[in-house]
């Protein structure tokens, strides 16, 4: 697929959402880890509705969200702000949205937390991918619902 060229950018705490856009982004991350990974988990964490969580995702014309993942304040995943739950549609994959959504991703935690490094829990497979956008593995590999994960940072941009 091809991304279309006029996509909206949202990225804003998730409890201020619309309902039919926290629906959707909803949708989405239960599309990506639960039915397409085959990974019957918990995806509402609670993490959501924290003060210091913010929500971006992409959206087409029609409104249909194509791209997330949330933004963590220092302290709620790790004790550094945090990327977490990055999801593509499968429709949007191959497209270069997923590293568009990284990197805005990456900004954002640049202008909230800046001078601070940004920490993930990236599935093990992906860790070539998050290499190229600067974040290199900080743990040894471990299992989290049947997936093998490692984290990653990505040092502090300097001032």
């Not at 954002?108 to 190229?132: H, K, N, T």
């Amino acid at each position: 697929m091809t991304v279309p060229d006029k996509l909206r950018w949202t990225c804003q705490p998730f409890r201020s959402l619309p309902p039919e856009k926290a629906y959707g982004v909803l949708r989405l991350r239960a599309e990506v880890f639960v039915v397409e990974q085959t990974c019957p988990y918990l995806d509402l964490d609670g993490k959501d509705l924290l003060e210091g969580v913010w929500q971006l995702f992409a959206e087409d014309a029609a409104g249909d969200i194509l791209a997330c993942l949330r933004v963590l304040a220092p302290g709620l995943s790790f004790a550094e702000p945090a990327l977490g739950r990055v999801a593509t549609s499968l429709r949007a994959r191959r497209s270069g949205l997923g590293r568009t959504l990284m990197r805005r991703g990456i900004e954002a935690c640049a202008q909230r937390f800046p001078g601070l490094p940004i920490r993930i829990g990236a599935q093990a497979y992906l860790i070539p991918f998050y290499e190229s956008l600067g974040f290199a593995v900080a743990s040894p590999p471990y299992d989290e619902d049947g997936i093998p994960h490692v984290e990653m940072l990505r040092a502090a941009a300097p001032a």
